[in-house]
Structure formats: C-alpha cells, structure tokens
C-alpha cells in the first residue's frame, strides 16, 4: 500500500510485523533520542505549539517630513520644554533682581533755564493759540488785528513784544532770526535737552506772521507793516491804547492801528534775515523752505531797491521805543544771511563790498562798538561771516573785507575781556555793554552767545584760542567769559536774585506784564479797571516762566516794583539772546556747532565760491567809483583802518598796547558750515 508524502516522495505503508518486545525497545530507544535532541527554534516550536500570544508592536509619530518612533518623540518634546521652562526662569531671575546703575546726571542750570527760557514766547504769542501752548492763564487774542479792506486784513499772529501788547516788528524779527540762528548753530543740544521741536515751533510762529506783513507772493513790493497797536502817551492822551490801558490782551476791545513804512531799508533787511535763516531751519519742509526764501528775497530787494531809509524815521511811533540808528549795518547782515540761504554770490559780494562795510563802521569804533542788539547787528554780522572765512577761506574778491570782519571780531572779543577796560563791570562782575543805561541784560545775553559760537567757532578748527594785539587767549577764556554773565543773571549776584522768572527760589515776582498781573478769574477789566493790578504791590497772580527782566543797576541794585520797567519788564528780543546763550553753554562742551549743513538751494552750494575777477562796478551810492586810483587810495586806507586803528579800541588795565596792530591768527580750515563743497 502506498501513499503520498506531503513534504514529497512515495510513503510505503507495510504491514507491522514487529513483536512487542521490538516495540517496547524501540519506544525506549525514542525516548533516549528525545531527551539528547537539541532544543527546538522558535519556527519549529511553533510548528509544534502553535502562536502563544500577540507580540509587542512599537507605535510611531508621522511628523510629515519624516516618521519618528513615538518614544524618541517624547523625549525630544520633553527636552525642549525643560529647556525652555528653565530658560524662562533664568530670564525671570535676572529681571526681577535689582541691579546698580549709575543715575543719569541732572540737567545742567543751563539746560534747566533754557526750558523756562523758551516758554516766555509761549506767554507772549498772540492770535489764535495752539491746544499745546501750555500757559493756563493766557487765551485767544486780537484775532481782530488787521487793516480791513488792504491786503493787511489779516495781521492776527506773531508776538507781543514786552509787558504790553504791541507787535513792533522791527525788534520781533530780531527776536526770530537769532532763535533760528542758535537752533542751526546748536541743533544737537536743543535735541538733548528735547527742545528742538518746541524751539522749531516758536520760530514758525513768527515766520507765518512776517508772511503776512507783506505780500509775500510778489517779487516787488512797495510797502510793509512795521507795527500792530500804538502805545503813545507823550502828550498826555487819554485815548485807550496799548501803553494807557492796563488790561489783559484776552480782553482789548479799543483800536488797535496798523503802521506801515515804504522807506525802511532797516526793518525789510532785518525781517528778510529772519525769514532766510529760518528757511535753513525748516530745510527738510522743501515747499515752506522755498517760500520763506521767496519772501527774504522780495524785501531784501525791496529794502535794496525802493525802502532805503529807517523805519523809524519822521517822528513815528517806533522812534519812542524802538528807534533805529542805522540801516548799514542790517544791510552786512541781512546780506550774509540771504547768502547762506540761498547759495547766490551776489549777496556774499555786497556783504563784503568795502564801502557798506564803511557805512557800516567796520574799520572804527564808538562807544558802543562790539555791542550786539536789536539795533546794531554788525558785531553779529561779522562773526557771522568770520565763520565762512574759518571753514572756507573763499579767498579773492572776498578775502580782504572778510579778513576785517574776523579781526574785528577778534578786538570785540577781547574787548569783553576783564583785562580790557573798554566797557566797565559793576562790583558784582555784571559787564556794562550799555553804560550804565536801563535794562543792561538784553545785552550782556547776545555778548555771551557772540562769545561762546565763536569759542566754538575757533575750537571747530582746531585752534586754540585768538590773539589780542601781542597776547594770545584761549578760547576757555571767551566761554568763562559768557558764563561768568550767565551765571551773575542766575543768581551769583550780590543780591542773590535770579533775573529769570521761576528759576531758583528768589525771582522778581512783581514783573511788568500785563497779562501775569492780572488774575485769570472771568472777571474782564477795562482800560482803567485793570490799573489797580499795575499799581498794587502785591506778588503778580500769574507766573510768566522764563522771563528775563530788565535787570539791575549799575550798582547791581534791583527793584521788584512793577511799575518800573527799566527793572522788572521782560522783552522779546532780550529772551532770544538769553535762550541762544543757554543753550550754546548747555550740555556737553564736546556736542558744539553743527558743520557740514547743506543750504536747502536746488541750484548750487551755499558756500560755493566762483574764483573770478569781478568787472569793476559803480560805487555802492550810484556815483562813479571804479578808477584804478581811488581803488587804491581805498586799499591804503582799509590797510590803515585795519591796523592801529582797530586796536585803539582797547584799553588794558595792567598796560597800554594801543598801537599793536591786529594779528590775523592761522587758522586750519576745515568742512564748510551749512552746505558741502561742491
């Protein structure tokens, strides 16, 4: 019988022929096999015993990009939180604990004064005040002002010039064109003390009243507004105006006239100034920029060309207050500024003309040489255009007159030197600038600015100091200078008084304003109501922050009456040169005048020099002036002027040197000031 094997091949079944002692020895002989047999494999035993259980399967996490096992998962997930945890704690430790830092230093007294500084035009801006203005006790006013049915309709704006609320422009254009002078002399510093953009502000808001004063879209005019209001009580007149009444601006209700002038050289220069240095100051504002320049370009010309003449002249109102002398010297400034502005040579070239230098007394002095105010700007002209010598040294034609202007400069800062007896000091150190005269400060403040620009002047290239006649001084002598003055109208005085309302504790408190001494209480005083406030001895109600008064006597006595403005009145123009002081000295001596400043021209650099020949012109009168011979009788007499003569102004104490003649320092030259070579 067979069959088949399932693993293959034929299987025999035969028949069992075996006893059964075979099989009991062969079963024997099984076991024995059995137990010497190796042990099973896993295969086999499952053959044999079947699957004993389900086995373990390992689980895995599908991250897209690639698959992990869920344990190596795990693990790396629990690092990260671990580590992050334990990141956010060492973090939280070094914030909370406390750590030693060195206290910023307090602001200087310069940099504290010239905040209150700066507010007193916030007091004194009249029209339609800004929401920031930031003087509780003052409102709208005025929005009246103006010439109904002219082209002067509109005369709201501008400032009030002192205690009173007349708006002479003569003094107010001052007052602008020397904040935007410190402002681009001193940029840096007004943006550490975070003033700039305040300071900006209070520039623009004269700058848009000056545009209203004239026509300022037309390239000739033939007139401009010189003042807002009338303040004349000579005569005795009774009629209610600006110096009769004693009343709160908020509340005029009387005539306020308008004065014009169609022959003020003075005045058109001086406001053009004002407008071309404040379109350096708003330079990256192109559109206002331009129109600025627009408008210093039509009354320079007009004060050139039709205004020859002084705004204060035949028997105006203005002479009473605010008289001019001279309209020469507004000519050199005016001029040196409308260059810088504008980049044309032909403004350079007539402030440097010998014979406006002349009329303007550049080549002799006076009593009142080297004194800088609303009145006289040569001194401020001629540092003015000393700097373009120092950082350009434009050289022919230039040369010469501006060599003058320097070494001008040079005598008038030694000339406010103690050595020199060329202005006399009271006991307290207070230098007399005016003589002994009323209200001495509005100009001891424009000398200490004058003398630290130029200390930076001459440190900004690189040199150290400036000769008078043999002597040489360094320029720490000219910043001791302004800050002895400075520090004498803050309080180191014999009367230990602050002439700056609200600095310090021991402040003039009965300050000649109207608007401080009359009580904010909704109650309107007329013309003569308010008199009882003027004559009342009692603290003004209203504290006018940052005013600088008149200041003291010759003897550095003061009084704190209101009555008498020659001691307690505050002016526009006196706070211009006290804010250009402070912040020149303020701050860090390293952060000085800012150089490298390009002129907001589109057509060429305000410093660029054309190196010609000019054609020899007609005298700076008309009349025929160009012969070679008094060409030369004018050099001879310059050479002469610039001499012996410049340094007969002063007068030294321990010994005489009159008759040294100036020494034109070496001065190294470097970037130019307010645009690049081109």
């Known amino acids: 019988m067979y069959g088949r094997d399932p693993w293959g091949g034929p299987l025999e079944i035969a028949a069992d022929s075996a006893t059964d002692d075979d099989r009991s020895r062969n079963l024997q002989d099984l076991d024995r096999a059995a137990l ?85 035009f916030n007091a004194q801006k009249s029209g339609k005040l800004p929401k920031h203005n930031n ?16 082209m002067f309709r509109d005369l709201v704006g501008g400032y009030y010039d002192a205690g009173d609320a007349i708006k002479f422009n003569f003094p107010q254009s001052f007052a602008m064109t020397m904040l935007s002078w410190s402002v681009i002399e001193y940029s840096a510093k007004y943006e550490a003390a975070g003033e700039l953009a305040h300071v900006k502000e209070l520039i623009k808001w004269g700058a848009d009243y000056f545009l209203k004063t004239f026509n300022n879209t037309a390239d000739t005019i033939d007139q401009i507004v010189s003042q807002v209001g009338s303040g004349d009580t000579s005569k005795g007149s009774t009629t209610p105006n600006d110096h009769y009444c004693w009343t709160r601006p908020e509340d005029i209700d009387y005539d306020r006239p308008v004065t014009k002038c169609s022959s003020c050289g003075d005045l058109a220069s001086e406001m053009a100034a004002a407008l071309a240095a404040a379109s350096i100051v708003f330079k990256d504002n192109k559109a206002y920029s331009q129109k600025l320049v627009h408008g210093a370009k039509t009354l320079f010309s007009f004060g050139r060309e039709r205004g020859r ?145 130029f200390s930076d002047y001459l440190d900004a290239a690189d040199t150290p100091g400036w000769y008078c006649g043999p002597n040489f001084y360094s320029t720490d002598v000219l910043r001791d200078f302004a800050k002895f003055q400075i520090d004498y109208i803050l309080g180191k005085n014999p009367a230990k008084m602050s002439y700056i309302v609200g600095f310090g504790n021991h402040y003039p408190k009965r300050v000649h304003h109207r608007a401080a001494s009359i009580p904010k209480n909704k109650i309107k005083y007329n013309c003569k109501g308010g008199w009882k406030w003027r004559d009342s001895t009692k603290a003004n109600p209203n504290i006018i922050e940052g005013a600088m008064v008149a200041g003291p006597d010759k003897r550095d006595g003061f009084r704190d009456v209101r009555s008498n403005y020659n001691y307690t009145e505050p002016t526009l123009a ?105």
């Not at 003087?135 to 109904?148: F, H, I, T």
């Not at 005269?437 to 000398?447: E, K």
């Not at 060409?631 to 009159?658: D, F, I, Q, V």
Request: hydrophobic letters at 35%.
């Open 309 to 453: 003449g002084l705004y204060s002249a035949a028997a105006t109102e203005a002479s009473l207050f605010y008289n001019s002398t001279s309209y020469w010297d507004e000519y050199v400034w005016g001029a040196a500024w409308m260059y810088y502005a504008t980049g044309n040579n032909s403004y350079l070239t007539l402030a440097t003309h010998p014979t406006l230098a002349k009329h303007a007394g550049a080549f002799w002095g006076g009593p009142d040489y080297g004194v800088f105010s609303w009145d006289n700007k040569l001194a401020g002209a001629q540092v003015l255009l000393s700097r373009l010598r120092l950082f350009l040294s434009p050289g022919y034609p230039y040369e010469e007159i501006l060599r003058t202007y320097h070494n001008q400069t040079s005598i008038v800062m030694c000339s406010y030197l103690p050595i020199f007896t060329s202005f006399n000091r009271t006991k307290g150190g207070l230098i007399q600038l005016n003589h002994g005269r009323p209200q001495p400060l509005q100009y001891v403040v424009n000398a200490a600015f004058l003398a630290t620009l």
């Open 574 to 678: 006196g706070n211009a040169g006290l804010v250009a002081a402070l912040v020149g000295l303020s701050g860090d001596k390293s952060t000085g005048i800012q150089l490298g400043y390009q002129s907001p021209i589109t057509n060429q650099q305000a410093l660029y020099i054309e190196r010609q020949k000019p054609p020899i012109k007609r005298g700076e009168e008309g009349t025929e002036r160009g012969d070679k011979k008094e060409r030369r009788s004018e050099t001879k007499e310059k050479k002469k002027r610039t001499g012996s003569l410049s340094y007969s102004l002063l007068r030294r104490k321990p010994r005489n040197h009159a008759n040294h003649p100036p020494t034109d320092v070496g001065l190294s030259r470097t970037t130019s000031w307010w645009a690049s070579s081109p």
């Open 36 to 120: 010497s047999s190796r042990p099973l494999d896993e295969t086999q035993q499952s053959w044999l015993l079947g699957p004993s259980g389900e086995q373990k399967k390992k689980k895995y996490v599908d991250l897209g990009c690639i698959i992990v096992s869920r344990k190596i998962f795990l693990w790396t997930l629990g690092t990260l939180l671990v580590s992050g945890l334990l990141a956010g704690l060492i973090v939280l430790i070094v914030k909370t604990v406390p750590r030693h830092h060195h206290a910023k230093p307090p602001p200087d007294n310069y940099t504290v004064a010239l905040h209150k500084a700066l507010m007193f």
């Open 135 to 150: 003087v509780s006790w003052r409102g709208n006013s005025c929005l009246k002002d103006g010439e109904p049915g002219t």
